[in-house]
């Protein structure tokens, strides 16, 4: 198949290299298209006031793998190589394999998840793949399971236009429980602000990260049917959650359509 495959750790990052490099060794036409340094937590933000630069990247992946650095966002990654760097469209987006989990609402503030919705935004089936952790370095697991999952693509192909989020514990491969299809959880961070003040005696702050976290049950009518991901992962299955950039609210609609709503000037 032919593989694009972008991230927002960076065109360094040890997760995009071990994607990459196991899947041109499988046989796959891969192209790599990333941003140059770590942009992560950036969303679906594009560059709009500013050039965009790409420049080939030689030595860093498999010899088969054609790579290039971007200047812009993960989403920039994605458009830029569908629309001016390949000769072709590639049959799967891929991004990842992310240092750190993208689970629940992460996926709003994702730029992991971004890059391949923006595939999908294309019309081309994506998949995002995360390790659970920010301090392992053993991706052996998850690229092997990339491997196998765009195998079954390739054999078996999506019956529609789907992104698949797919979050791999950190954990050896005799530890994993299994792959379990998921629905998208609720993960409500407290953020904590540190405040500092710089030489010149100006207050700034800084967002500190994950200093307590709160799993909460969304109110679903597949929530006695499918397990969220935030859970399954605990439990150390694989999970694949199928997302749409489609986030209308179907009960939203029903609701809003009782309001007696009017307009004057």
Not at 165 to 175: F, H, K, R, S
Not at 229 to 254: F, H
Request: glycine share 6%.
């Amino acid at each position: 198949m032919k593989l694009l495959i972008s991230n927002d750790d960076g065109i360094s990052a040890l997760g995009i290299r071990t994607l990459a490099n196991s899947l041109a060794e499988a046989g796959h036409e891969v192209s790599v298209v990333c941003p140059d340094q770590e942009r992560s937590a950036t969303g679906h933000g594009l560059t709009l006031h500013h050039p965009i630069r790409a420049e080939e990247v030689t030595s860093i992946f498999h010899p088969d793998v054609r790579a290039w650095a971007c200047s812009g966002t993960p989403a920039d990654c994605v458009k830029l190589a569908l629309w001016a760097l390949l000769d072709s469209p590639p049959d799967l987006v891929l991004s990842g394999i992310n240092h750190g989990s993208n689970l629940g609402t992460d996926v709003l503030y994702s730029g992991t998840v971004s890059a391949a919705m923006e595939g999908v935004i294309e019309g081309i089936p994506s998949v995002a793949f995360s390790l659970t952790s920010y301090s392992s370095k053993e991706f052996g697991v998850a690229a092997n399971f990339a491997r196998s999952l765009v195998t079954q693509m390739e054999k078996h192909p999506l019956p529609e236009l789907l992104l698949l989020n797919v979050n791999v514990p950190a954990v050896p491969a005799d530890a994993i429980a299994g792959v379990m299809i998921t629905r998208q959880g609720i993960r409500r961070y407290i953020d904590v602000f540190e405040k500092r003040v710089d030489p010149r005696g100006k207050t700034y702050y800084w967002l500190s990260g994950e200093a307590l976290l709160e799993d909460v049950e969304a109110a679903s009518e597949l929530a006695d049917l499918v397990p969220t991901d935030v859970q399954a992962t605990r439990e150390n299955y694989i999970t694949i959650t199928p997302l749409q950039y489609n986030l209308t609210s179907v009960p939203g609609i029903a609701s809003l359509k009782d309001w007696q709503l009017q307009f004057s000037v």
